[in-house]
């Protein structure tokens, strides 16, 4: 049974797409908000390999209601699904917490590597390796006030050496064996450095794509493997055109370039 990482890529490949759609559509209505989830799903689901849920979703549509039957749509599409959470806790609340998104029937998690190995994130890496499940780190966000945190100058625990956060989240996730590495698009520069510490062992996951800033051909070919884009397929007047030019955009680009 092929789990998460072999899962996407297979999807990506048949489908001819690397794009994941940010499912991020906010609301209080959950009645209209789910049919406007399962309409733009519908809509979009030629051009996309695998859609992302944010916690605002899972709040408004509850994860054993609409949230479920999202994953149930997208599933039956043949596309994968991915739990925004940012998990960043201790280890048996990681756990607590991944356990109900798994079960729910999401493929993989966003984690988040500030919490560290022991005591914290190693338990849902257990977990996701038990359960054939995913856990994507999220080693650069793409807002600008990500180099506060990301970007900072640390000292490595490991080896005492001075290095950009982001680099040793980069290094975690190749040490970890971590499905995927979050890397905004609106930084190629950190994505193209990722990607030279990844070595094409862990894939390369890029938000901020239109509606911050990122450009996603520039981030797949400094190295991103999947284009993370939300408000830009959704807020569109059409969805499944939007989709579509952003599938034709990227696949204008070299497959030596892009790096899948």
Same mark, same amino acid.
């Given at each position: 049974?092929?789990?998460?990482?072999?899962?996407?890529?297979?999807?990506?490949?048949?489908?001819?797409?690397?794009?994941?759609?940010?499912?991020?559509?906010?609301?209080?209505?959950?009645?209209?908000?789910?049919?406007?989830?399962?309409?733009?799903?519908?809509?979009?689901?030629?051009?996309?390999?695998?859609?992302?849920?944010?916690?605002?979703?899972?709040?408004?549509?509850?994860?054993?209601?609409?949230?479920?039957?999202?994953?149930?749509?997208?599933?039956?599409?043949?596309?994968?699904?991915?739990?925004?959470?940012?998990?960043?806790?201790?280890?048996?609340?990681?756990?607590? *917490?991944?356990?109900?998104?798994?079960?729910?029937?999401?493929?993989?998690?966003?984690?988040?590597?500030?919490?560290?190995?022991?005591?914290?994130?190693?338990?849902?890496?257990?977990?996701?390796?038990?359960?054939?499940?995913?856990?994507?780190?999220?080693?650069?966000?793409?807002?600008?006030?990500?180099?506060?945190?990301?970007?900072?100058?640390?000292?490595?625990?490991?080896?005492?050496?001075?290095?950009?956060?982001?680099?040793?989240?980069?290094?975690?996730?190749?040490?970890?064996?971590?499905?995927?590495?979050? *890397?905004?698009?609106?930084?190629?520069?950190? *994505?193209?450095?990722?990607?030279?510490?990844?070595?094409?062992?862990?894939?390369?996951?890029?938000?901020?794509?239109?509606?911050?800033?990122?450009?996603?051909?520039?981030?797949?070919?400094?190295?991103?493997?999947?284009?993370?884009?939300?408000?830009?397929?959704?807020?569109?007047?059409?969805?499944?055109?939007?989709?579509?030019?952003?599938?034709?955009?990227?696949?204008?680009?070299?497959?030596?370039?892009?790096?899948?």
């Amino acid at each position: 049974m092929p789990c998460f990482r072999e899962s996407i890529k297979k999807v990506s490949e048949s489908s001819g797409t690397n794009l994941v759609l940010a499912l991020d559509i906010p609301g209080r209505d959950p009645q209209a908000l789910l049919r406007r989830c399962i309409q733009v799903l519908d809509d979009v689901a030629p051009y996309i390999c695998a859609v992302k849920i944010n916690k605002p979703l899972v709040l408004s549509l509850s994860l054993k209601g609409g949230v479920s039957k999202i994953l149930d749509y997208a599933h039956n599409l043949g596309l994968m699904t991915i739990m925004d959470e940012k998990l960043n806790d201790v280890s048996h609340i990681n756990l607590d *917490v991944a356990e109900h998104y798994f079960e729910a029937g999401f493929d993989a998690l966003i984690a988040n590597p500030f919490v560290g190995w022991d005591g914290g994130l190693n338990s849902i890496f257990s977990l996701a390796k038990r359960t054939c499940k995913g856990v994507l780190l999220l080693v650069y966000m793409s807002h600008g006030g990500a180099a506060e945190g990301y970007g900072q100058t640390v000292i490595d625990p490991e080896t005492g050496e001075a290095k950009p956060q982001y680099v040793i989240f980069a290094e975690e996730a190749l040490a970890w064996n971590a499905d995927g590495a979050i *890397v905004g698009a609106t930084r190629p520069d950190n *994505v193209r450095a990722v990607r030279n510490i990844l070595r094409g062992r862990i894939p390369i996951y890029s938000p901020g794509v239109i509606a911050q800033g990122g450009d996603p051909s520039v981030a797949v070919s400094a190295g991103a493997n999947y284009i993370i884009v939300g408000r830009a397929i959704y807020e569109s007047v059409s969805p499944r055109d939007s989709a579509f030019s952003l599938r034709e955009r990227i696949a204008k680009i070299s497959r030596s370039d892009r790096n899948i």
